[in-house]
């Protein structure tokens, strides 16, 4: 499958193309076409699939498009949601199709487009082909590739608006998930209190306390949460539990012993907005997770060895000042304007949850019903 997304790579730029200077001005209306000045060279580079605003426009109504789904009832919007930063804040696992509850905490999906591997346990390698895995997990949205291309050549406006794109009919999965991409991409998170104080601009001014805990974190919280994505992007036994019967992370894909227990290490970007916290949200609250780390820790055979120290039980100690601090830091790293930037937010006409496609899942998907 990924072969196949590579060797339609060149093709699909030169259909993506326009005039120069046609192209500059619609990349200006794409959130997240341009590069943050703090941030480092993204894997996904604008050069692989050229945000256009068409087809911005396009992956944005096709990540709140309910339709997509088995039953008609989740959208990729409806466990993701800009409010919270893209992820389901407040829920613990989020609620698919039919009711299923899924079995890990959904993440914030932002700045994707610096991301070598996606999701918990790294089962996806590719921003274009992630959403496979929601799509078709039966607790989520339960569909298949196939019944979703199927629906969108079903679609006289899906049809019209990917035959502008990419100039040929039908509808094809390449096509589907590229311009799903474009939204994806798009979602970067780089305005946040703390962003400004880095590239030195108005508005960002950093308290004492704010910047004790910046310390702090430089300190202690490095190398899992380093750089100016907050993550090293690595997998990590963080003492969550002693063994790990039910969900072996990043184990469950490579089937290594010593991959039992690890998981993803998330950034801390809008880290204020997407609790509960770890991949199973077993955290309400940041405190409860500086106290995990301070003293909760539980030995296993994979524990990080970062969590070691020479004397005492492994963990990082921290002082009630420096949980304070810390806490008053992570505050910073909220982005108002990714909150509310009114062009990542879901289209009007998908903004009940009824979509585009409803009549197209009624004819030919009946017997999922």
Partial sequence: MLAYWFLGLSSSLVACASPTGERSQLEQAVPGSAIPGNFPVPEYTTAQNPPTKQAFELGRSLFYDASLSRTGEVSCGSCHRQAAAFSDGGQRFSQGVLGHRGTRNSPALQNLR?????????????????PLAPLSNH????????????????SAEYRQRFAQLYGRQPIDSYQFLRALAQFTAALTSANSRYDRYMRQEAGGE???GELRGLAVLRKNCAPCHAGELFTDESYRN???????????GRAH???RRSDVGRFKVPSL???ALTAPYMHDGRFKTLTEVLDHYDHGLAASPTLDTVFH???GPPGITLSAQQKQDLLAFLGTLTDETFLHD??????????????????GVATGNSKSY
């Fill in 269 to 271: 970007r809008n880290i």
């Fill in 114 to 130: 610096w991301k070598r591997e996606l999701l918990w346990d790294g089962g996806a390698n590719h921003i274009e082909t992630m």
């Fill in 206 to 208: 950093l308290s004492d």
């Fill in 309 to 311: 120290q020479l004397q």
């Fill in 342 to 359: 009114k062009r990542l937010a879901a289209p009007a006409s998908h903004s009940t949850g009824t979509t585009a496609l409803t009549a």
């Fill in 238 to 248: 963080n003492g969550l539990d002693h063994a790990f019967p039910l969900d072996s």
């Fill in 253 to 255: 894909i490579t089937g």
């Fill in 139 to 154: 607790l989520e949205m339960g569909e298949t590739l196939a019944d979703v291309v199927r629906k969108l050549n079903a």
